[in-house]
């Protein structure tokens, strides 16, 4: 399909009022699934974690995971909502080939959380008070592979289904309306996307893995003409799986939309799809706001009842809010906004903070992180939470630095080796022969021996040119491979000079 007619993005921003709406599914880490006790697993063998009650056969009876609710109250409770003390589920009945039950169990006008809000500040400065509706528990439906073809069902030979994510324990979180963002909308939907992930990340309820699909985001946006009270038709961009897309495509419906309006034309209330490939969103499907799901209360299950001191105790165990965190670490190591967003944006803070907490400075960790550690994972193809190296590794070397036993290039080799598995960084050291060599016989000979090789340096040293012992310095690397101690070298120059 083609890329449909575009408006200029300020343009658009000029003409329309943007209002966005996200919900943002969290897909919780219980170790067992919402209803039943298969395991709540990423990446086993297709339909192995599956019961009769995930895939819905007649008679099979759910029961709620208690850990579930009590992940869902501490979003909840998160997000500033106020929670339900009196919920039950719903079912939402619809026919398709992932949902064996022919209806997904969910909930309706019982959401356990409601009417929350959470402050996301965007780049600007700005801070949006955005305004949650509420938080539901739901489950996870299976997953379809549309094999042949371009992965699509449309051209695929056939499709494989695989159940073993259907009655995965789903959060979905669901906004107002937001209103006034303009030209910053695309910029604040993913920032909300972020903060809602890093939210359920600090509180361990997800894996909160966007590219596993822990966390993704339908973006609902509709334009109107600046002025005009009733809401803009909107469409909703489904399952949104990173943080770019998300600010891509709403970005591009803002202009797509535009586009429509200004010709004159009407916008089809559809859900779309975002293409992060080729940068574009089509048509899914035709979508009412009365879709008949024909939601009724779930007569198999007993309403979810947290008790107030339940829903206290878990308050009192929620960790500290990400945005405050930031704001308390930034200070506390001295960043500037740049520095601190890099690693922000990079999504390193908690790797710095804990290393930090291990005594290197925050200026050190940042470095290694954001550097040389984030070039290899780039390079690999690689997260970085993927690769086997540590907070521990990194103070290692940082000790071994100020210990003068590596220089920056050797320690840049240990870490590789630490990363391509070859053990601790002691160990890689110790195997590749790594240590700095400040023993002064190896040191004296190979100064020695540059000096006889270069003696007109010499002389220029001893007419007052210190600054000429660099060249000797140089010489003295490259025969030991890098692994002298500048320091010592240096000094040892200076006293040959005199002599
Ligand atoms: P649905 O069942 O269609 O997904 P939800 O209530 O779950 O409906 O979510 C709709 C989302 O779209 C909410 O975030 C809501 O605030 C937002 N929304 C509703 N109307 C509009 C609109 N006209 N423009 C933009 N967003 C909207
Ligand atoms: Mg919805
Ligand atoms: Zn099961």
Not at 141 to 149: C, F, I, Q
Not at 193 to 219: F, Y
Request: net charge negative.
């Amino acid at each position: 399909m083609a890329k449909a007619e575009l408006m200029d993005f300020d343009e658009a921003i000029e003409k329309y009022e943007v209002v966005i709406g996200l919900e943002v599914h969290v897909e919780l880490n219980t170790n067992t699934k919402m209803f039943c006790g298969c395991a709540n697993e990423f990446g086993e063998q297709p339909n192995t974690n599956v019961c009769p009650v995930c895939l819905g056969l007649p008679g099979a009876l759910p029961v709620v995971n208690g850990k579930a609710v009590e992940y869902s109250i501490a979003i909840g409770l998160a997000l500033n909502c106020s929670i339900a003390g009196d919920g039950r589920f719903a079912r939402k009945n619809y026919f398709y080939p992932d949902l064996s039950k022919n209806f997904q169990t969910s909930q309706y006008d019982e959401p356990i959380a409601y009417e929350g809000q959470l402050e996301v500040p965007v780049a600007s400065g700005k801070v949006y008070n955005v305004a949650i509706e509420r938080a539901h528990m739901e489950e996870d439906a299976g997953k379809l592979s549309h094999v042949g073809g371009v992965g699509r069902i449309q051209g695929a030979e056939y499709s494989l289904v695989d159940f073993n994510r259907a009655g995965v324990p789903l959060v979905e979180i669901v906004t107002k309306p937001i209103f006034d963002s303009g030209a910053e909308a695309p910029e604040l939907a993913s920032a909300y996307v972020r903060q809602i992930r890093e939210i359920v990340k600090a509180m361990d309820v997800s894996d909160a893995r966007m590219e596993r699909g822990n966390v993704r985001c339908d973006a609902n946006v509709s334009l109107r003409p600046k002025g005009q009270q009733r809401l803009g038709t909107r469409t909703e961009t489904k399952n949104v799986n990173s943080l770019r897309s998300v600010e891509n495509a709403v970005r591009y419906e803002i202009q797509r939309q535009a586009a429509i309006l200004a010709a004159g034309d009407e916008i089809t209330q559809e859900t779309r799809h975002w293409h992060e490939d080729k940068k574009y969103t089509s048509a899914g499907r035709p979508k009412s706001d009365a879709d008949d799901y024909r939601y009724f209360p779930e007569p198999d299950l007993v309403p979810v009842q947290p008790t107030e001191e339940l829903i206290e105790e878990i308050r009192t165990r929620l960790p500290e809010n990400p945005a405050s965190r930031r704001a308390r670490l930034q200070q506390e190591w001295s960043l500037s906004d740049n520095e601190f967003r890099d690693i922000v944006n990079s999504d390193l803070l908690d790797e710095v903070d804990s290393t930090v907490s291990l005594g290197v400075s925050a200026q050190s960790a940042k470095k290694w992180w954001t550097g040389e550690i984030a070039r290899i994972a780039n390079l690999e193809g690689k997260e970085i939470t993927e690769l086997s190296v540590t907070p521990e590794d990194v103070a290692e070397i940082e000790k071994m630095i100020s210990a003068g036993k590596l220089n920056d290039r050797l320690a840049r080799e240990a870490l590789s080796g630490v990363i391509a598995g070859e053990g601790s960084v002691a160990e890689v050291v110790s195997a590749r022969g790594l240590e700095v060599v400040s023993d002064d016989g190896a040191l004296t000979a190979a100064v020695d021996k540059a000096l006889a090789e270069q003696p007109d340096v010499l002389e220029k040293i001893r007419a007052g040119k210190e600054q000429a012992a660099g060249a000797i310095i140089g010489s003295v690397m490259k025969e030991m491979r890098g692994q002298a101690d500048a320091g010592r070298v240096r000094e040892l120059i200076l006293e040959r000079a005199k002599s």
